[in-house]
Protein backbone atom coordinates (compact mmCIF):
# COMPACT_ATOMS: atom_id res chain seq x y z
CA UNK A 1 0.00 0.00 0.00
CA UNK A 2 2.88 2.43 1.01
CA UNK A 3 4.18 1.92 -2.67
CA UNK A 4 0.85 3.63 -4.07
CA UNK A 5 0.38 6.73 -1.92
CA UNK A 6 3.32 8.58 -3.75
CA UNK A 7 1.18 8.28 -7.33
CA UNK A 8 -1.86 8.65 -5.65
CA UNK A 9 -0.55 12.01 -3.91
CA UNK A 10 0.77 12.71 -7.32
CA UNK A 11 -2.73 12.26 -9.37
CA UNK A 12 -4.58 14.33 -6.24
CA UNK A 13 -1.98 17.08 -7.07
CA UNK A 14 -2.65 16.95 -10.88
CA UNK A 15 -6.73 17.06 -10.67
CA UNK A 16 -6.30 20.14 -7.82
CA UNK A 17 -3.92 22.04 -10.46
CA UNK A 18 -6.24 21.37 -13.43
CA UNK A 19 -9.46 22.19 -11.52
CA UNK A 20 -7.48 25.71 -10.27
CA UNK A 21 -6.42 26.30 -13.88
CA UNK A 22 -10.47 25.83 -14.89
CA UNK A 23 -10.21 24.46 -18.37
CA UNK A 24 -9.98 21.43 -18.35
CA UNK A 25 -13.10 20.51 -16.51
CA UNK A 26 -14.65 21.93 -19.49
CA UNK A 27 -13.53 18.99 -21.83
CA UNK A 28 -13.90 16.33 -19.11
CA UNK A 29 -17.80 17.40 -19.01
CA UNK A 30 -17.79 17.45 -22.82
CA UNK A 31 -16.15 14.19 -22.73
CA UNK A 32 -18.64 12.77 -20.61
CA UNK A 33 -21.67 13.85 -22.92
CA UNK A 34 -20.09 12.02 -25.90
CA UNK A 35 -19.68 8.88 -23.98
CA UNK A 36 -23.15 9.31 -22.59
CA UNK A 37 -24.95 9.64 -26.52
CA UNK A 38 -22.51 7.06 -27.75
CA UNK A 39 -24.04 4.50 -25.01
CA UNK A 40 -27.49 5.59 -25.95
CA UNK A 41 -30.09 3.20 -27.30
CA UNK A 42 -28.52 2.58 -31.39
CA UNK A 43 -32.27 3.53 -32.94
CA UNK A 44 -31.96 7.17 -30.98
CA UNK A 45 -28.84 8.98 -32.82
CA UNK A 46 -30.11 12.24 -31.89
CA UNK A 47 -27.80 12.92 -28.93
CA UNK A 48 -24.76 12.55 -30.82
CA UNK A 49 -25.96 14.42 -33.80
CA UNK A 50 -26.39 17.41 -31.76
CA UNK A 51 -22.96 17.02 -30.28
CA UNK A 52 -21.76 17.10 -33.83
CA UNK A 53 -23.91 19.67 -35.16
CA UNK A 54 -22.51 22.30 -31.93
CA UNK A 55 -19.38 22.02 -33.14
CA UNK A 56 -18.80 23.50 -37.17
CA UNK A 57 -15.16 22.07 -37.24
CA UNK A 58 -16.34 18.22 -35.91
CA UNK A 59 -19.45 18.45 -38.29
CA UNK A 60 -16.60 18.57 -41.29
CA UNK A 61 -14.91 16.08 -40.73
CA UNK A 62 -17.48 13.46 -39.56
CA UNK A 63 -18.84 14.44 -43.21
CA UNK A 64 -15.44 14.20 -44.65
CA UNK A 65 -14.78 11.03 -43.24
CA UNK A 66 -17.74 9.33 -44.29
CA UNK A 67 -17.37 10.47 -47.75
CA UNK A 68 -13.58 9.58 -47.83
CA UNK A 69 -12.24 6.37 -49.97
CA UNK A 70 -11.96 4.33 -46.72
CA UNK A 71 -15.60 4.84 -46.21
CA UNK A 72 -16.86 5.04 -49.87
CA UNK A 73 -18.00 1.01 -49.81
CA UNK A 74 -20.57 2.00 -47.61
CA UNK A 75 -21.99 5.18 -48.57
CA UNK A 76 -19.92 7.91 -50.89
CA UNK A 77 -21.79 11.79 -51.75
CA UNK A 78 -23.20 12.16 -47.63
CA UNK A 79 -24.01 15.45 -46.37
CA UNK A 80 -25.90 15.19 -43.61
CA UNK A 81 -24.37 13.98 -39.88
CA UNK A 82 -27.36 11.73 -39.69
CA UNK A 83 -26.58 10.01 -42.84
CA UNK A 84 -23.00 10.11 -41.75
CA UNK A 85 -24.02 8.29 -38.79
CA UNK A 86 -25.66 5.50 -40.50
CA UNK A 87 -23.17 5.15 -42.73
CA UNK A 88 -20.33 5.21 -39.71
CA UNK A 89 -21.78 3.85 -36.52
CA UNK A 90 -22.78 5.87 -33.82
CA UNK A 91 -19.08 4.03 -32.40
CA UNK A 92 -16.92 5.60 -35.35
CA UNK A 93 -18.26 9.00 -34.98
CA UNK A 94 -17.99 9.17 -30.88
CA UNK A 95 -14.47 7.76 -31.01
CA UNK A 96 -13.77 10.47 -34.10
CA UNK A 97 -15.76 13.31 -31.71
CA UNK A 98 -13.28 12.11 -28.66
CA UNK A 99 -10.11 12.07 -30.63
CA UNK A 100 -10.61 15.39 -31.88
CA UNK A 101 -11.48 17.13 -28.69
CA UNK A 102 -8.61 15.58 -27.21
CA UNK A 103 -6.39 17.26 -29.42
CA UNK A 104 -8.05 20.43 -29.93
CA UNK A 105 -8.16 21.01 -25.70
CA UNK A 106 -4.02 20.90 -26.05
CA UNK A 107 -4.13 22.79 -28.74
CA UNK A 108 -5.99 25.50 -27.56
CA UNK A 109 -3.90 25.75 -24.30
CA UNK A 110 -1.39 29.14 -25.98
CA UNK A 111 0.52 29.50 -23.13
CA UNK A 112 1.59 26.22 -22.79
CA UNK A 113 2.12 26.05 -26.76
CA UNK A 114 5.10 28.30 -26.03
CA UNK A 115 6.95 25.69 -25.00
CA UNK A 116 9.06 23.96 -27.59
CA UNK A 117 8.63 20.46 -25.50
CA UNK A 118 4.78 20.97 -25.43
CA UNK A 119 4.73 21.74 -28.89
CA UNK A 120 6.68 18.51 -29.47
CA UNK A 121 4.95 16.01 -27.45
CA UNK A 122 1.44 16.85 -29.16
CA UNK A 123 2.83 16.83 -32.57
CA UNK A 124 4.04 13.50 -31.78
CA UNK A 125 0.59 12.31 -30.43
CA UNK A 126 -1.10 13.75 -33.15
CA UNK A 127 1.48 11.94 -35.87
CA UNK A 128 1.13 8.43 -33.26
CA UNK A 129 -3.10 9.11 -34.17
CA UNK A 130 -2.05 9.13 -38.68
CA UNK A 131 0.08 6.36 -38.69
CA UNK A 132 -3.16 3.95 -35.79
CA UNK A 133 -5.58 5.07 -38.26
CA UNK A 134 -3.41 3.79 -41.82
CA UNK A 135 -2.64 0.90 -39.80
CA UNK A 136 -6.69 0.27 -39.20
CA UNK A 137 -6.73 0.62 -42.91
CA UNK A 138 -5.31 -1.93 -43.75
CA UNK A 139 -6.56 -4.47 -41.63
CA UNK A 140 -10.03 -3.11 -40.17
CA UNK A 141 -11.23 0.56 -41.64
CA UNK A 142 -14.50 0.17 -38.97
CA UNK A 143 -11.62 -0.32 -35.82
CA UNK A 144 -9.57 2.76 -37.12
CA UNK A 145 -11.53 5.65 -34.91
CA UNK A 146 -11.57 3.42 -31.64
CA UNK A 147 -7.59 2.68 -32.18
CA UNK A 148 -6.68 6.27 -32.68
CA UNK A 149 -8.32 7.29 -29.41
CA UNK A 150 -6.56 3.92 -27.48
CA UNK A 151 -3.49 5.59 -29.02
CA UNK A 152 -3.70 9.28 -28.12
CA UNK A 153 -5.14 8.05 -24.70
CA UNK A 154 -2.02 6.19 -24.59
CA UNK A 155 0.35 9.57 -24.67
CA UNK A 156 -2.53 11.08 -22.16
CA UNK A 157 -0.69 10.70 -19.07
CA UNK A 158 2.59 12.54 -20.67
CA UNK A 159 0.81 15.57 -22.28
CA UNK A 160 -1.03 16.41 -18.71
CA UNK A 161 2.05 16.21 -17.08
CA UNK A 162 4.04 18.42 -19.58
CA UNK A 163 1.22 20.90 -19.41
CA UNK A 164 -0.42 20.70 -16.06
CA UNK A 165 3.19 19.52 -13.91
CA UNK A 166 5.57 21.85 -15.18
CA UNK A 167 7.93 21.30 -12.53
CA UNK A 168 7.70 17.37 -12.48
CA UNK A 169 8.75 17.62 -16.14
CA UNK A 170 11.63 19.57 -15.94
CA UNK A 171 12.82 17.26 -13.41
CA UNK A 172 11.98 14.69 -15.63
CA UNK A 173 13.98 15.61 -18.58
CA UNK A 174 16.80 16.82 -16.67
CA UNK A 175 17.27 13.80 -15.36
CA UNK A 176 16.69 12.02 -18.72
CA UNK A 177 19.12 14.23 -20.10
CA UNK A 178 21.95 13.55 -17.73
CA UNK A 179 21.63 9.81 -17.61
CA UNK A 180 20.98 9.49 -21.61
CA UNK A 181 17.38 7.77 -21.34
CA UNK A 182 13.72 8.23 -21.76
CA UNK A 183 11.78 10.50 -19.93
CA UNK A 184 9.57 7.41 -19.62
CA UNK A 185 12.04 5.30 -17.91
CA UNK A 186 12.79 8.04 -15.04
CA UNK A 187 8.80 9.25 -14.48
CA UNK A 188 8.16 7.34 -11.83
CA UNK A 189 11.42 7.67 -9.65
CA UNK A 190 10.05 11.72 -10.29
CA UNK A 191 6.12 11.30 -10.14
CA UNK A 192 5.89 7.84 -8.36
CA UNK A 193 3.91 6.60 -11.28
CA UNK A 194 4.43 6.28 -14.62
CA UNK A 195 2.74 8.12 -17.85
CA UNK A 196 0.67 5.03 -18.54
CA UNK A 197 -1.00 5.13 -14.81
CA UNK A 198 -1.92 9.26 -15.00
CA UNK A 199 -3.77 8.58 -18.36
CA UNK A 200 -5.37 5.20 -16.79
CA UNK A 201 -6.49 7.49 -13.97
CA UNK A 202 -7.83 10.18 -16.30
CA UNK A 203 -9.69 7.37 -18.79
CA UNK A 204 -11.33 6.02 -15.38
CA UNK A 205 -12.53 9.39 -14.35
CA UNK A 206 -14.00 10.02 -17.55
CA UNK A 207 -16.10 7.20 -17.48
CA UNK A 208 -14.71 5.70 -21.46
CA UNK A 209 -15.80 2.58 -22.47
CA UNK A 210 -13.86 -0.31 -21.21
CA UNK A 211 -12.59 -1.25 -24.68
CA UNK A 212 -10.79 2.20 -24.42
CA UNK A 213 -8.97 1.29 -21.35
CA UNK A 214 -8.22 -2.16 -22.22
CA UNK A 215 -6.15 -0.81 -25.70
CA UNK A 216 -4.90 2.15 -23.80
CA UNK A 217 -2.36 -0.64 -22.29
CA UNK A 218 0.89 -1.01 -22.72
CA UNK A 219 2.04 -4.20 -25.30
CA UNK A 220 5.68 -6.06 -25.65
CA UNK A 221 5.59 -7.53 -29.31
CA UNK A 222 7.82 -9.96 -27.71
CA UNK A 223 5.89 -11.49 -25.24
CA UNK A 224 3.27 -12.98 -27.88
CA UNK A 225 3.71 -16.18 -29.20
CA UNK A 226 1.11 -16.88 -31.77
CA UNK A 227 0.61 -19.63 -33.94
CA UNK A 228 0.53 -19.77 -37.61
CA UNK A 229 -2.45 -18.08 -38.88
CA UNK A 230 -3.79 -17.03 -35.71
CA UNK A 231 -4.51 -13.46 -34.86
CA UNK A 232 -4.78 -11.15 -31.33
CA UNK A 233 -8.01 -10.89 -30.16
CA UNK A 234 -9.49 -7.15 -30.43
CA UNK A 235 -8.50 -5.44 -27.42
CA UNK A 236 -4.87 -6.89 -27.53
CA UNK A 237 -4.88 -5.68 -31.11
CA UNK A 238 -5.58 -2.60 -30.58
CA UNK A 239 -2.69 -2.66 -27.69
CA UNK A 240 -0.59 -3.81 -30.18
CA UNK A 241 -1.46 -0.96 -32.71
CA UNK A 242 -1.60 1.95 -30.36
CA UNK A 243 2.07 1.25 -28.87
CA UNK A 244 3.16 0.43 -32.48
CA UNK A 245 1.93 3.95 -33.26
CA UNK A 246 3.46 5.62 -30.99
CA UNK A 247 6.81 3.76 -31.16
CA UNK A 248 6.56 4.66 -35.10
CA UNK A 249 5.87 8.35 -34.63
CA UNK A 250 9.29 8.19 -33.02
CA UNK A 251 10.89 6.66 -35.50
CA UNK A 252 9.21 9.09 -38.43
CA UNK A 253 11.25 11.65 -35.81
CA UNK A 254 14.59 10.96 -34.80
CA UNK A 255 16.28 14.34 -33.90
CA UNK A 256 18.93 15.47 -35.82
CA UNK A 257 17.03 14.59 -39.88
CA UNK A 258 19.51 11.33 -40.22
CA UNK A 259 17.31 9.89 -42.79
CA UNK A 260 19.50 6.51 -42.97
CA UNK A 261 18.51 6.38 -39.26
CA UNK A 262 15.06 6.85 -39.37
CA UNK A 263 14.57 4.55 -42.43
CA UNK A 264 16.65 2.27 -40.46
CA UNK A 265 14.27 3.05 -36.91
CA UNK A 266 10.97 3.16 -39.11
CA UNK A 267 12.08 -0.60 -40.73
CA UNK A 268 13.12 -2.24 -36.93
CA UNK A 269 9.74 -0.65 -35.84
CA UNK A 270 7.68 -2.70 -38.46
CA UNK A 271 10.01 -6.09 -38.07
CA UNK A 272 8.82 -5.74 -34.11
CA UNK A 273 5.21 -5.78 -34.70
CA UNK A 274 4.21 -6.35 -38.31
CA UNK A 275 4.27 -10.35 -36.94
CA UNK A 276 1.54 -9.17 -34.28
CA UNK A 277 -0.15 -7.17 -36.27
CA UNK A 278 -1.05 -9.81 -38.79
CA UNK A 279 0.51 -7.59 -41.58
CA UNK A 280 3.04 -8.51 -44.21
CA UNK A 281 6.24 -6.38 -43.08
CA UNK A 282 6.66 -5.46 -46.76
CA UNK A 283 3.39 -4.04 -46.52
CA UNK A 284 3.58 -2.33 -43.64
CA UNK A 285 6.73 -0.32 -44.26
CA UNK A 286 5.63 0.52 -47.44
CA UNK A 287 2.57 2.17 -46.49
CA UNK A 288 4.39 3.90 -43.28
CA UNK A 289 6.86 5.31 -45.98
CA UNK A 290 3.82 6.51 -47.93
CA UNK A 291 2.88 8.33 -44.84
CA UNK A 292 5.78 10.43 -44.51
CA UNK A 293 4.99 11.67 -47.83
CA UNK A 294 1.37 12.65 -47.38
CA UNK A 295 -0.81 14.69 -44.73
CA UNK A 296 1.72 13.64 -41.83
CA UNK A 297 4.57 14.99 -43.74
CA UNK A 298 3.90 18.26 -42.38
CA UNK A 299 3.34 16.97 -38.98
CA UNK A 300 7.17 15.01 -39.33
CA UNK A 301 8.22 18.74 -40.51
CA UNK A 302 7.40 20.66 -37.48
CA UNK A 303 8.26 18.31 -35.09
CA UNK A 304 12.02 18.19 -36.88
CA UNK A 305 12.24 22.26 -37.05
CA UNK A 306 11.40 21.81 -33.07
CA UNK A 307 13.94 19.76 -32.72
CA UNK A 308 16.54 22.00 -35.00
CA UNK A 309 15.05 24.95 -32.60
CA UNK A 310 16.15 22.73 -29.45
CA UNK A 311 19.18 21.83 -30.46
CA UNK A 312 20.26 25.75 -31.27
CA UNK A 313 19.39 26.87 -27.96
CA UNK A 314 17.46 29.92 -28.51
CA UNK A 315 17.47 32.12 -25.83
CA UNK A 316 14.62 31.57 -23.43
CA UNK A 317 12.73 35.15 -23.92
CA UNK A 318 11.01 36.04 -19.92
CA UNK A 319 9.42 39.10 -21.49
CA UNK A 320 7.96 37.21 -24.02
CA UNK A 321 6.23 34.60 -22.01
CA UNK A 322 5.33 36.92 -19.26
CA UNK A 323 3.44 39.22 -21.68
CA UNK A 324 1.89 36.42 -22.99
CA UNK A 325 0.29 35.51 -19.61
CA UNK A 326 -0.67 39.23 -19.37
CA UNK A 327 -2.20 38.78 -22.89
CA UNK A 328 -4.41 35.68 -21.51
CA UNK A 329 -5.40 37.48 -18.24
CA UNK A 330 -6.45 40.07 -20.32
CA UNK A 331 -8.78 37.99 -22.45
CA UNK A 332 -10.99 37.10 -19.53
CA UNK A 333 -13.95 39.10 -17.67
CA UNK A 334 -12.86 40.69 -14.45
CA UNK A 335 -15.62 38.63 -12.95
CA UNK A 336 -13.79 35.22 -13.07
CA UNK A 337 -13.29 33.15 -10.58
CA UNK A 338 -10.07 34.18 -9.05
CA UNK A 339 -8.79 30.20 -8.58
CA UNK A 340 -7.86 30.19 -12.03
CA UNK A 341 -6.64 33.91 -12.59
CA UNK A 342 -4.11 33.45 -9.55
CA UNK A 343 -2.92 29.96 -10.92
CA UNK A 344 -2.72 31.50 -14.68
CA UNK A 345 -0.46 34.23 -13.20
CA UNK A 346 1.39 32.12 -11.29
CA UNK A 347 2.24 29.71 -13.65
CA UNK A 348 3.08 32.65 -16.56
CA UNK A 349 5.87 34.00 -13.77
CA UNK A 350 7.03 30.09 -13.55
CA UNK A 351 7.51 29.76 -16.91
CA UNK A 352 8.52 32.88 -17.52
CA UNK A 353 11.26 33.70 -14.90
CA UNK A 354 11.88 29.75 -14.68
CA UNK A 355 11.69 30.02 -10.88
CA UNK A 356 12.09 27.39 -8.24
CA UNK A 357 8.51 28.54 -6.92
CA UNK A 358 5.43 30.67 -6.72
CA UNK A 359 3.42 31.44 -4.03
CA UNK A 360 0.44 33.31 -3.85
CA UNK A 361 -0.40 35.12 -0.72
CA UNK A 362 -3.99 36.55 -0.87
CA UNK A 363 -5.44 39.16 1.74
CA UNK A 364 -8.36 38.07 4.32
CA UNK A 365 -10.08 40.73 5.83
CA UNK A 366 -11.66 38.80 8.47
CA UNK A 367 -8.18 37.79 9.68
CA UNK A 368 -6.45 40.76 8.75
CA UNK A 369 -3.84 38.62 7.59
CA UNK A 370 -2.08 37.35 4.31
CA UNK A 371 -2.16 33.77 4.08
CA UNK A 372 -0.39 31.36 1.31
CA UNK A 373 -3.58 30.02 -0.83
CA UNK A 374 -1.67 28.32 -4.15
CA UNK A 375 1.61 28.04 -5.37
CA UNK A 376 3.42 25.82 -8.07
CA UNK A 377 7.17 24.14 -7.65
CA UNK A 378 8.32 21.01 -5.53
CA UNK A 379 7.28 20.92 -2.33
CA UNK A 380 4.97 24.09 -1.98
CA UNK A 381 2.20 22.26 -1.24
CA UNK A 382 3.26 21.29 1.99
CA UNK A 383 4.41 24.84 2.32
CA UNK A 384 1.38 26.45 2.30
CA UNK A 385 0.20 26.04 5.29
CA UNK A 386 3.03 27.45 6.95
CA UNK A 387 3.08 31.26 5.19
CA UNK A 388 1.13 33.41 6.87
CA UNK A 389 1.33 36.77 8.30
CA UNK A 390 -0.02 39.40 10.01
CA UNK A 391 -1.03 42.70 8.11
CA UNK A 392 -0.10 44.99 10.55
CA UNK A 393 3.00 46.64 9.77
CA UNK A 394 6.22 45.31 10.59
CA UNK A 395 9.87 45.97 9.46
CA UNK A 396 10.62 43.16 7.08
CA UNK A 397 10.19 42.63 3.19
CA UNK A 398 6.98 41.54 3.21
CA UNK A 399 5.05 44.34 4.74
CA UNK A 400 7.68 46.95 2.96
CA UNK A 401 6.19 45.01 -0.42
CA UNK A 402 2.01 45.23 0.55
CA UNK A 403 2.92 48.94 1.38
CA UNK A 404 4.51 49.27 -2.16
CA UNK A 405 3.07 49.78 -5.82
CA UNK A 406 5.34 47.94 -7.28
CA UNK A 407 7.84 44.27 -7.07
CA UNK A 408 10.59 44.22 -4.71
CA UNK A 409 13.60 42.48 -5.52
CA UNK A 410 16.04 40.44 -3.73
CA UNK A 411 18.69 39.11 -4.98
CA UNK A 412 20.99 37.87 -2.50
CA UNK A 413 18.51 36.42 0.45
CA UNK A 414 21.11 35.42 2.33
CA UNK A 415 23.21 39.24 1.99
CA UNK A 416 23.24 40.48 5.66
CA UNK A 417 22.40 43.86 4.76
CA UNK A 418 18.93 42.01 3.30
CA UNK A 419 18.96 38.75 5.54
CA UNK A 420 17.78 41.03 8.67
CA UNK A 421 14.52 42.06 7.21
CA UNK A 422 13.25 38.54 6.55
CA UNK A 423 11.07 37.57 9.06
CA UNK A 424 11.63 34.17 11.01
CA UNK A 425 8.68 33.12 9.97
CA UNK A 426 9.41 32.77 6.37
CA UNK A 427 13.13 31.99 7.04
CA UNK A 428 12.31 28.53 9.00
CA UNK A 429 9.74 27.55 6.37
CA UNK A 430 11.51 28.55 2.88
CA UNK A 431 15.71 28.07 4.47
CA UNK A 432 16.81 27.51 0.85
CA UNK A 433 15.43 30.80 -1.06
CA UNK A 434 18.11 31.86 -2.35
CA UNK A 435 16.95 35.50 -4.22
CA UNK A 436 12.98 36.25 -4.80
CA UNK A 437 10.76 38.60 -6.41
CA UNK A 438 7.29 39.86 -4.25
CA UNK A 439 4.67 41.58 -6.62
CA UNK A 440 1.97 43.51 -4.67
CA UNK A 441 -1.63 43.33 -6.37
CA UNK A 442 -3.54 46.17 -5.81
CA UNK A 443 -7.72 47.10 -6.02
CA UNK A 444 -7.80 50.57 -5.12
CA UNK A 445 -5.63 51.93 -2.95
CA UNK A 446 -5.73 48.66 -1.12
CA UNK A 447 -2.86 45.71 -1.39
CA UNK A 448 -5.05 42.94 -1.73
CA UNK A 449 -2.29 39.63 -2.83
CA UNK A 450 1.05 38.95 -2.89
CA UNK A 451 2.83 37.17 -5.66
CA UNK A 452 5.99 35.75 -4.29
CA UNK A 453 9.18 33.85 -7.14
CA UNK A 454 11.68 32.76 -6.11
CA UNK A 455 15.21 30.59 -6.90
CA UNK A 456 16.43 28.04 -4.28
CA UNK A 457 20.15 27.86 -5.90
CA UNK A 458 22.52 30.43 -6.11
CA UNK A 459 23.31 28.78 -9.56
CA UNK A 460 19.97 29.29 -10.85
CA UNK A 461 19.48 32.60 -9.70
CA UNK A 462 20.41 36.22 -11.58
CA UNK A 463 19.41 39.49 -12.20
CA UNK A 464 15.97 40.42 -12.94
CA UNK A 465 16.13 42.63 -16.80
CA UNK A 466 14.15 45.94 -16.26
CA UNK A 467 12.08 44.78 -19.23
CA UNK A 468 10.99 41.49 -17.00
CA UNK A 469 10.56 43.57 -13.70
CA UNK A 470 8.48 45.94 -16.20
CA UNK A 471 6.33 42.76 -17.62
CA UNK A 472 6.22 41.11 -13.97
CA UNK A 473 4.63 44.71 -12.22
CA UNK A 474 1.91 44.83 -15.26
CA UNK A 475 1.01 41.27 -14.69
CA UNK A 476 0.78 42.24 -10.79
CA UNK A 477 -1.57 44.89 -12.38
CA UNK A 478 -3.62 42.99 -14.29
CA UNK A 479 -4.91 40.77 -11.67
CA UNK A 480 -6.24 43.79 -9.12
CA UNK A 481 -9.49 44.21 -11.41
CA UNK A 482 -10.27 40.54 -10.52
CA UNK A 483 -10.56 41.54 -6.69
CA UNK A 484 -13.01 44.90 -8.07
CA UNK A 485 -11.16 47.50 -6.20
CA UNK A 486 -11.72 45.77 -2.78
CA UNK A 487 -14.82 44.12 -2.92
CA UNK A 488 -14.05 40.27 -3.45
CA UNK A 489 -12.85 37.89 -0.58
CA UNK A 490 -11.24 35.36 -0.45
CA UNK A 491 -13.66 32.55 0.04
CA UNK A 492 -14.88 32.54 -4.03
CA UNK A 493 -11.28 31.14 -4.26
CA UNK A 494 -11.38 28.10 -2.24
Keep these: MQDKDPGQGLTRKLWSRINERGDFPLLSDSLRATISAMQADNADITPLVHIVLSDFTLTQRVIRLANSAMYMAFGGNITTVSRALVVLGMEAVGHLVLGLKLVDHFQQSHLQLQRLDAKLELN ?106 AALERERWMQAVATFSVQMSRSMTIAGGDIALRERRMRETVQRYAGVLSLPPGSLYDTMEQLTRERASQLIQEIDDLHAESCHGLPHNAERTLRQGIYELRSLPSEHDLGPVLAMASEAMLAGMRF ?130 GSRVFPEFH
Design 124 to 229: RAMLAGCVARKVCELHDVRTAEETVVCTLMRQLGKLLCIFYLEHEWTCIRELALARGCTEDEVAVEVLGVNFEALGEDAAERWGLPAVIRQGMQPFDPESVQLDPG
Design 356 to 485: SRTIVFVRDPRRHAFEARLGFGRGVEQLLPQLRFNEVFSVDVFHLAITNSVGIFIENASDPKFSVHIPHWFRDAVPDSHAFVLLPVRAGKDTVALIYGDWNKAELARSILPEEMAALNELARELGRFFGH
